[in-house]
């Protein structure tokens, strides 16, 4: 590849943009998608370059080439659920802790100068020491740092699943936070960190956090069939494979995928191909009597359930010709995995215990810098066997596709959007190979080189720095998008790539002030794609309580004009789910963002066919005020209008077993005058007699009529 000036790119600068650029243009969140375990994807990179030149006999070409993908239809064997009682507890556990570290801890630093703080600041340590050790999974990354020094201000605790709250605490808080808050002991008056340390390690994670996040089955009369695919990623992007499954494995273990003996597939979700994977399959090609068979080392991804991981088994093991499959014991050597629904896939399974000779070259896969090893000879040499016929569950079919260029190179690096040639300057600016080696040494083009090849400004560069907070502090603002808009051409297509729950955090406020900046079926495309990936989302059984309540509220805050059968999907939320009970506030919190003239009149014959739901209708609250005065509309039912603002207002009114004070009596009777369905003085004199209002009352009654349509104007 050249740049625009016909010059020839450095060698080692040049094989590291043509490795990382066609990656991330296909998938723009890898950069950003792994906040505690981040590593720069250019120093990662060309280490990887290195590794390969050291060992050419034992590692995979470094060529980005074609990819084999096959996919299995295959039947859910069981479904699962969490104690809903439980992890409510841990979410409240959570926020307590939040509200109680906040006025000492108002920006978060570190967590050994946290608690040095907090030992300066509070006369009761030891209580919020405790606190914020047993909350550091959720605060701090694997060197100590915190993810967002405004965490405490933010909802984040419950915005992480249950699956992964469980990995945060027996693989993140073990591994790399513990052994950083030891180190706090040698500081003078805190040798009692420790011991609460080793208190949260012990009784705190076996006794509250696995309870509460440990699914268990549940019966339900109709187990659906899926589809999962399994794609071959490029041996070179083997080190980044922790951007899609959030674990350690770019700092600790990344490069043994560039062993010739190994293999790595992206998992996929559907038969899709222009979605994210949501975890990956590491596994080394062994010799059994003479035949290739696979040994899978890890399964990882916070959203690969057991069920998947059968599918897994089962579809590897036809890929290979094999009625067994190897798999690292998972059960014995537990950080070879993260998440406990992939470690549980072996727990139901029978398994034999066999042991396995590594391939030539693995211990020079080692990363030198790294302190930790998941991937050692004891840790990935016992392993089990499982028969195909023992695994759970049904696999339907297995359909292979053509190998093809998943990853194509590029004819000219400027033809990489604005914001993928920003963020690999970003990394090259960041990367350690020019402290390491010089301005410009050899292989490499200086930080200004590459800037100019990929024709990326200071200005440009100085502005990334909000997309990569973005995706570290799940918090997007409209100033942020118009800053990333202005500068970067940051636009409705990139926002596809993020998580739709903050996607749709972003999405009504932003067409509300600023629907001018794309066509209406840019906002419709968008809009849709984020109301059905949600909608799907609620299909998970598995979500934790409250987590359901969110993504509904996101779901209908969506501007209802931009998607298509919108009331379809959000009607059922009118209700406690699974019963017939009205659900008021899920009702008060959806009118709203009802603004379409074909939604407001299926909420209006909603209301007039369904008294119980009306009967709960506060029409003193302001919500429902605004909510019929938008109603008003043209295009209305004005004869349904009219029944429900009638029974809303006018006969709730008059009736005495409302309980209403004289207050909400006000503010009622402001608003139906306001709606103009009915004589203002002949109402006034019915509701001071249903209500028996005489002097005294009436009098109070009309003085907080007068300050109420004062507060109105």
């Not at 040095?116 to 100590?144: E, H, M, T, W």
């Not at 292979?400 to 604005?418: F, G």
């Amino acid at each position: 590849m050249h740049n625009g000036d016909g010059g020839e790119v450095g060698n080692r600068s040049r094989r590291i943009l043509d490795i990382l650029a066609p990656l991330i243009l296909r998938f723009p969140e890898f950069p950003t998608a792994n906040a505690l375990y981040n590593r720069n994807f250019v120093s990662i990179v060309d280490q990887s370059i290195e590794k390969s030149l050291l060992h050419p006999d034992i590692t995979h070409t470094l060529d980005v080439g074609e990819s084999l993908s096959v996919t299995a239809h295959y039947v859910e064997n069981s479904d699962s659920a969490y104690d809903e009682r439980k992890l409510s507890d841990l979410y409240c556990f959570y926020d307590d802790c939040f509200a109680k570290l906040k006025p000492f801890l108002s920006h978060l630093d570190n967590i050994q100068n946290d608690l040095l703080v907090l030992k300066n600041k509070s006369p009761n340590f030891s209580a919020l020491a405790k606190k914020l050790i047993r909350c550091s999974p959720l605060i701090y990354d694997q060197l100590g740092q915190a993810i967002n020094p405004q965490l405490f201000n933010s909802n984040y605790a419950r915005t992480v699943s249950p699956v992964e709250l469980q990995a945060l605490y027996t693989d993140h808080f073990n591994v790399h936070l513990q052994p950083l808050i030891h180190r706090c002991k040698a500081i003078s008056g805190m040798g009692e960190i420790e011991k609460i340390s080793n208190n949260t390690q012990n009784q705190f994670i076996p006794k509250t956090i696995i309870p509460a996040t440990r699914l268990h089955s549940v019966s339900r009369k109709n187990l659906k069939s899926r589809f999962l695919r399994l794609e071959d990623v490029p041996p070179v992007y083997t080190p980044l494979r922790g951007a899609v499954a959030k674990d350690c494995s770019m700092v600790t273990v990344p490069f043994y995928g560039l062993l010739k003996s190994t293999r790595l597939f992206w998992v996929f979700n559907d038969v899709e191909t222009d979605q994210s994977p949501i975890g990956y399959v590491f596994l080394i090609e062994i010799r059994v009597k003479g035949k290739t068979v696979p040994y899978i080392v890890t399964i990882n991804g916070p959203m690969v359930s057991t069920t998947q991981c059968h599918a897994i088994f089962k579809l590897i093991a036809n890929l290979y010709e094999t009625e067994t499959v190897f798999v690292a014991n998972w059960k014995s050597t537990q950080y070879l995995v993260n998440y406990a629904p992939i470690r549980e896939s072996l727990s139901l399974s029978k398994t034999s215990k066999i042991d396995i000779d590594l391939p030539s070259g693995w211990v020079s896969m080692n990363d030198e810098r790294s302190s930790m090893n998941c991937y050692s000879d004891s840790a990935v040499s016992s392993g089990v066997a499982i028969h195909i016929d023992d695994i759970p569950g049904k696999l339907v079919s297995v359909t292979a596709s053509d190998s093809k260029r998943e990853y194509p190179p590029l004819s000219h690096y400027k033809n990489l959007p604005i914001i993928a040639r920003t963020i690999l300057v970003y990394f090259f600016k960041d990367a350690d190979i020019y402290s390491q080696v010089g301005d410009e040494p050899g292989d490499y083009l200086s930080l200004e080189k590459i800037q100019q090849q990929l024709n990326v400004s200071d200005d440009q560069l100085n502005n990334i720095q909000l997309f990569f907070d973005l995706y570290r502090h799940h918090q997007f603002s409209v100033e942020s998008f118009l800053t990333l808009n202005r500068s970067l051409n940051y636009s409705l297509s990139d926002l596809n790539t993020l998580d739709p729950v903050i996607r749709a955090s972003i999405l009504s406020p932003l067409y509300r002030e600023h629907s001018e900046l794309f066509s209406e079926q840019d906002w419709k495309v968008t809009s849709q794609a984020t109301f059905r990936q949600l909608e799907g989302r609620l299909q998970d059984t598995t979500l934790a309580p409250g987590s359901r309540e969110v993504i509904r509220d996101h779901m209908a805050s969506i501007p209802d004009t931009l998607v298509e059968n919108y009331w379809q999907s959000i009607s059922r939320f009118l209700f406690v789910e699974n019963t017939e009970t009205p659900d008021y506030y899920a009702l008060q919190r959806l009118i709203r963002n009802l603004n379409s003239v074909d939604v407001v009149n299926h909420m209006l014959e909603f209301l007039d066919e369904n008294s119980k739901f009306t009967d709960l209708i506060q029409a003193y609250n302001k919500r429902w005020f605004e909510f019929f005065t938008r109603a008003a509309g043209d295009g209305i039912n004005a004869e349904i209008y009219r029944s429900v603002v009638n029974k809303a207002y006018y006969k709730k009114s008059l009736d005495k077993n409302a309980n209403l004070a004289i207050y909400e009596m006000a503010k009622l009777y402001v608003y139906g005058c306001e709606l103009d369905f009915t004589d203002a003085r002949a109402w006034f004199e019915e509701i001071c007699a249903a209500q028996s209002f005489r002097d005294r009352s009436k009098q109070e009654f009309s003085e907080r009529i007068v300050y109420e349509q004062k507060q109105l104007l």
